[in-house]
């Protein structure tokens, strides 16, 4: 479990009794006192941190119990790198530039065990319902959790590495090959970053978008590219991918696929979703699939081999104490995602 340290400038995302929900950046309490780090633990200071509509979800709610342990707060930032400024025993050494993958898991669970560590029985995930998220300026972070960045690779790109692993497992959850005609419909980072992964297996893959912006980013990506209005409910698509995650871009997703085609659901949402047309998904026999958080070593090489150059998806940069003010504007059109210098 990740946890924020002491006197540590933090965006801190508040619910209030009557179920809304306010961001405000501050520092905690009891600055100065250090309390040891936790076994296993490794003390990282967030270097930059990536706004994403995934930060803006947990804003409206998502993870956020009101009674809660942490009294309704969550400390924000899921897409986080850093640097480490107190090493654990095998662990990173003091001073390496390192990404953090947001899933701490136990380690010694049936799951964990069984090779599914993502999916661990204790997990938390940073940002999202661990006590402390990424936008502070000390963290203790589990040191299984980090992977250290190649010195070419600046954070500016590497700030994309948690978003692009889950690109490429919604990818890798469909089973996009050379033959799969698949949509991905979205109008977020991760509907563009998914695109551009499932190009690479099949060159046909293509973004369904609603936002004239989206379809402009594409262009500039050189993918594949069709507004949703256009596309209808033909149902001739063999895989989409939905990487909004709600009950109506799932409904569209489900009416775009052929009868017997799979459906990936890699957006996730704090809104509520509901069934959707499930006499459809049952009588066409559609697959429906979750798509998680990936493992994070593919994505830091792709970042660092150039593969693939996020810098397009950058609406701008800010500083922590911008956050508050920032966020609402995340995934309008013209703002896909902001990098937060969160300290020096
Ligand atoms: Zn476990």
Do not use: W, Y
Request: neutral net charge; charged residues 20%; proline residues 6%.
């Amino acid at each position: 479990m990740s946890t924020a340290r002491p006197g540590s400038m933090q965006a801190i995302v508040r619910r209030s009794a009557g179920g809304s929900f306010t961001v405000e950046s501050a520092a905690i309490a009891r600055p100065g006192t250090a309390a040891p780090l936790a076994a296993g633990a490794t003390l990282v200071r967030p270097t930059a941190a990536l706004l994403t509509p995934l930060e803006r979800e947990v804003a409206r709610g998502l993870g956020i119990e009101p009674q809660g342990t942490t009294g309704g707060a969550r400390v924000l930032g899921t897409n986080v790198v850093g640097v480490v400024e107190h090493e654990a025993a095998g662990g990173p050494m003091r001073g390496t530039r390192v990404a953090i993958h947001p899933v701490a898991s136990c380690g010694t669970c049936e799951r964990c065990r069984g090779g599914l560590a993502l999916h661990c029985a204790q997990r938390t995930i940073l940002g999202i319902d661990a006590a402390g998220g990424g936008l502070s300026e000390l963290i203790e972070i589990p040191t299984a959790s980090l992977v250290a960045l190649p010195k070419e690779l600046d954070d500016e790109r590497a700030v994309f590495a948690v978003s692009l692993a889950r690109a490429m497992q919604a990818v890798r959850r469909g089973g996009v090959d050379r033959k799969t005609f698949a949509s991905i419909l979205g109008d977020d980072i991760l509907a563009v970053l998914a695109t551009i992964v499932a190009v690479e297996e099949n060159p046909l893959a293509r973004l369904v978008a609603s936002h004239e912006s989206t379809l402009r980013l594409a262009e500039q990506f050189g993918i594949r590219h069709r507004a949703l209005a256009e596309t209808g409910r033909r149902g001739d698509q063999e895989l989409v991918i939905d990487t909004t995650g709600s009950a109506e871009t799932l409904l569209a997703a489900t009416r775009m696929v052929r009868p017997r085609g799979h459906v990936v659901v890699a957006g996730i949402s704090a809104r509520s979703t509901t069934p959707v047309e499930l006499p459809h998904i049952a009588l066409d026999e559609i697959e429906v699939h979750g798509s998680g958080f990936g493992q994070l070593a593919g994505a830091v090489d792709r970042l660092a081999r150039r593969v693939i150059d996020p810098s397009p998806l950058v609406a701008r940069r800010i500083a922590l104490a911008d956050v508050a003010r920032a966020l609402p504007a995340i995934g309008e059109p013209g703002t896909p995602a902001i990098v937060v210098q969160v300290t020096r």
